[in-house]
């Protein structure tokens, strides 16, 4: 069972940079596609980034392009979502995602950690 524990969030003003991490169970990231989502206030859950380490791949939204990056430690089994230049509009609950190499969707999520970008 693949589990992830987000953590980092925090309140922040704009402009201002943020860390997130998401510790995964063993091997997890390894073999896993590893992505970050968000859910702001009263919107649907949004794909930020995501990382397939199989192709050394990254996508981001076009939202976060340029500010965001995300990364990972496979030693210790953690993925970073390193935000920069915050804007008020990144405020969301932010989820850690996994799926595996043959699948679509992601089936495993953190429970969320909370940014709010304050103007």
């Known amino acids: 069972q693949v589990q992830l524990v987000e953590s980092g969030g925090g309140l922040v003003q704009a402009g201002d940079s943020l860390s997130l991490s998401c510790a995964a169970s063993a091997r997890t990231i390894s073999s896993h596609i590893m992505g970050w989502f968000r859910r702001a206030p009263g919107k649907e859950r949004e794909f930020v980034a995501s990382v397939n380490w199989s192709g050394g791949n990254t996508h981001y939204a076009d939202s976060v392009k340029g500010r965001f990056t995300i990364s990972g430690d496979n030693a210790k089994n953690t993925v970073y979502l390193q935000m920069n230049s915050l804007k008020p509009e990144d405020t969301a609950v932010y989820y850690c995602?996994?799926?595996?190499?043959?699948?679509?969707?992601?089936?495993?999520w953190g429970q969320g950690t909370q940014v709010t970008v304050s103007s």
């Open positions: 995602a996994a799926r595996q190499y043959s699948s679509i969707k992601y089936h495993y």
